[in-house]
């Protein structure tokens, strides 16, 4: 990867708007916007003080035609998102201004920019560490408020900093180990072992901490994925409408109505939920309603919660009890549905029903659909509310700390085992790599790569 040419891309999205944003980065910046753009004031891009706009129109230079009016702003090293100069032109937010525009800076010495290369360049640059970089595309893809509030303090680096103060720990214990390498005939007995197990179990103490909070944390970022089960018939879709509080999926009284997977995004107290309602579970013989089934199935085992969905105004089926004796504890809900008709089942006297929270509903009427989101919320969160600073969003971050937490455990068992320093070193080591990464200290390539993959062009 580059960075010592001028990179620009279209930093708003295609279509029409009132203005739309192409971006350049790089040394030659100034002097690529230069030759497009003319001020009818005749002011100078190169004398602009940083920070300033100026308006005036791009003009090509070999035909001398008007592409558009703009507005440019120019913001000079090292106070920009990239720490290089910025130039951004405000063009009006047609597809055409932008791309001819485009095209101008192109031909005009500038290279087009790879996805996410003006946040990487922010990276390599130094302005931001790899955790921060991860955390403006979640700004950029929030759900909810509630993730944006955590995706923001994450951009402003407070989890960089929890990261840093680790790797701070980890530093000064690797020093006290590794200075007992340099003393081959020192009796192993003569170090300070106490101290070193103290100091290790508080790294230990920190990571597990983190980790802790990964569950709230991946779901606020990435959603909380709620699949409705249930056998046909029973009111999974819906309880899809009335969640929704509209008629998004096909409610009729013929079994096996819902063949494919129908999914919608809710906001629940801020918890982002992607819920999913799916065909009826049931042994069919036509192909589509099968294939439906075998989904259905999959999202079950897959979800992070499945609401088993059951008729209350019917007896128990043998394939209620089938998913009932299928589902895991912890992740499941059981609902019964149909409140408003007489019941048959009583969640009191069912001994399968114990190891799960049960709730009844009726999803024609909408009764205790405000206690059903209070509960979705409760075992998602596990208690914990609103966005946090010290909390772990990312899958990446969280196998990094799973695997300095695993590295910090053999540290202390071998450490008990009065292992030489030499080797006791090499487990802190892999700590000390394994948070490097999530800083972007010691990530490699590959993973660079993958991660500004991700970003649209022109962040
Ligand atoms: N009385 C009553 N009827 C309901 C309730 N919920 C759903 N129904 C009715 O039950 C029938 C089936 O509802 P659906 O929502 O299509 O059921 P489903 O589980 O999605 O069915 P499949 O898609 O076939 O698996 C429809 O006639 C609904 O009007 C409820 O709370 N009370
Ligand atoms: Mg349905």
């Given at each position: 990867?580059?960075?010592d040419?001028?990179?620009?891309?279209?930093?708003t999205?295609?279509?029409?708007?009132?203005?739309?944003i192409?971006?350049?980065?790089?040394?030659?910046a100034?002097?690529i916007?230069?030759?497009?753009f003319?001020s009818?004031?005749k002011?100078?891009?190169?004398?602009?003080?940083?920070?300033?706009m100026?308006?005036g129109?791009?003009i090509?230079?070999?035909?001398?035609d008007?592409?558009d009016e703009?507005l440019?702003?120019?913001?000079?090293?090292p106070?920009?998102?990239?720490k290089?100069?910025?130039?951004e032109?405000?063009?009006?937010?047609?597809a055409?201004p932008?791309?001819r525009?485009?095209?101008?800076?192109?031909?005009?010495?500038a290279?087009?920019?790879?996805?996410?290369?003006?946040?990487?360049?922010?990276?390599?640059?130094?302005?931001i560490?790899?955790?921060?970089?991860?955390?403006?595309l979640?700004?950029?893809?929030?759900?909810?408020v509630?993730?944006?509030k955590?995706?923001?303090?994450?951009?402003?680096g407070?989890?960089?900093?929890k990261?840093?103060?680790?790797?701070?720990?980890l530093l000064?214990?690797?020093?006290?180990?590794?200075?007992?390498?340099?003393?081959?005939?020192?009796?192993?007995?003569?170090?300070?072992?106490?101290?070193?197990?103290?100091r290790?179990?508080?790294?230990?103490?920190?990571?597990?901490k983190?980790?802790d909070?990964?569950r709230?944390?991946?779901i606020?970022?990435?959603?909380?994925?709620t699949?409705?089960?249930?056998?046909?018939?029973?009111g999974?879709?819906?309880?899809?409408n009335?969640l929704?509080?509209?008629?998004?999926?096909i409610?009729?009284n013929?079994p096996g109505?819902?063949r494919?997977?129908i999914?919608?995004?809710?906001n629940i107290q801020?918890?982002?939920?992607?819920i999913?309602?799916?065909a009826?579970i049931?042994?069919?013989?036509?192909?589509?309603?099968?294939?439906g089934?075998?989904?259905s199935?999959?999202l079950?085992?897959?979800?992070?919660?499945?609401?088993l969905?059951l008729?209350g105004?019917?007896?128990l089926h043998?394939?209620d009890r089938?998913?009932?004796?299928k589902?895991?504890?912890?992740?499941?809900m059981?609902?019964?549905?149909?409140?408003d008709?007489?019941?048959k089942?009583?969640?009191?006297?069912?001994?399968?029903f114990?190891?799960f929270?049960?709730l009844t509903?009726?999803a024609?009427?909408?009764?205790?659909?405000?206690?059903?989101?209070?509960r979705?919320v409760?075992l998602?969160?596990?208690g914990r509310s609103g966005?946090?600073?010290?909390m772990v969003?990312?899958i990446?971050?969280v196998?990094?700390?799973?695997r300095?937490l695993?590295?910090m455990?053999?540290?202390?068992?071998?450490?008990?085992?009065?292992?030489?320093p030499?080797?006791l070193?090499?487990?802190l080591r892999?700590?000390l790599?394994a948070?490097?990464?999530i800083?972007?200290i010691?990530?490699?390539?590959?993973?660079?790569?993958?991660?500004?993959?991700?970003?649209?062009i022109?962040?």
């Amino acid at each position: 990867m580059h960075t010592d040419d001028t990179i620009t891309a279209i930093s708003t999205p295609v279509g029409h708007s009132g203005i739309g944003i192409v971006r350049l980065s790089g040394k030659d910046a100034i002097k690529i916007a230069d030759r497009i753009f003319r001020s009818p004031k005749k002011k100078n891009i190169k004398k602009t003080p940083s920070h300033r706009m100026l308006y005036g129109h791009i003009i090509d230079p070999e035909t001398k035609d008007i592409i558009d009016e703009v507005l440019l702003s120019i913001m000079k090293a090292p106070n920009t998102y990239t720490k290089e100069d910025i130039v951004e032109i405000n063009c009006h937010g047609g597809a055409v201004p932008l791309r001819r525009t485009l095209e101008l800076l192109l031909k005009c010495g500038a290279r087009h920019a790879e996805p996410g290369e003006f946040t990487r360049r922010a990276f390599l640059n130094g302005r931001i560490d790899l955790a921060q970089a991860e955390a403006v595309l979640d700004v950029i893809n929030a759900l909810t408020v509630e993730s944006q509030k955590t995706a923001v303090q994450q951009l402003r680096g407070t989890f960089s900093k929890k990261m840093e103060s680790i790797r701070e720990m980890l530093l000064e214990l690797t020093a006290l180990v590794e200075a007992h390498i340099d003393f081959p005939e020192e009796d192993i007995e003569s170090i300070p072992l106490a101290g070193m197990k103290n100091r290790a179990a508080e790294i230990r103490k920190s990571l597990e901490k983190l980790i802790d909070t990964s569950r709230y944390g991946m779901i606020l970022r990435d959603g909380l994925k709620t699949a409705i089960i249930g056998r046909p018939n029973v009111g999974k879709s819906s309880l899809l409408n009335a969640l929704l509080a509209h008629d998004r999926a096909i409610v009729t009284n013929i079994p096996g109505t819902t063949r494919d997977v129908i999914e919608d995004h809710l906001n629940i107290q801020g918890l982002p939920v992607k819920i999913m309602d799916t065909a009826g579970i049931r042994e069919v013989k036509d192909i589509a309603e099968k294939e439906g089934v075998k989904r259905s199935l999959r999202l079950m085992e897959e979800a992070d919660l499945v609401l088993l969905l059951l008729d209350g105004s019917e007896d128990l089926h043998d394939t209620d009890r089938e998913l009932i004796e299928k589902s895991e504890t912890g992740s499941t809900m059981i609902v019964i549905n149909k409140s408003d008709l007489p019941q048959k089942i009583d969640p009191a006297v069912e001994a399968d029903f114990k190891p799960f929270p049960t709730l009844t509903i009726s999803a024609k009427t909408d009764t205790g659909l405000d206690t059903l989101k209070s509960r979705i919320v409760e075992l998602a969160t596990g208690g914990r509310s609103g966005s946090g600073a010290d909390m772990v969003t990312n899958i990446r971050h969280v196998h990094a700390l799973e695997r300095a937490l695993s590295s910090m455990d053999s540290f202390s068992s071998e450490a008990g085992r009065k292992t030489p320093p030499e080797f006791l070193a090499v487990e802190l080591r892999d700590a000390l790599d394994a948070i490097g990464e999530i800083l972007g200290i010691t990530t490699p390539d590959d993973i660079l790569n993958r991660i500004f993959d991700n970003f649209c062009i022109g962040k």
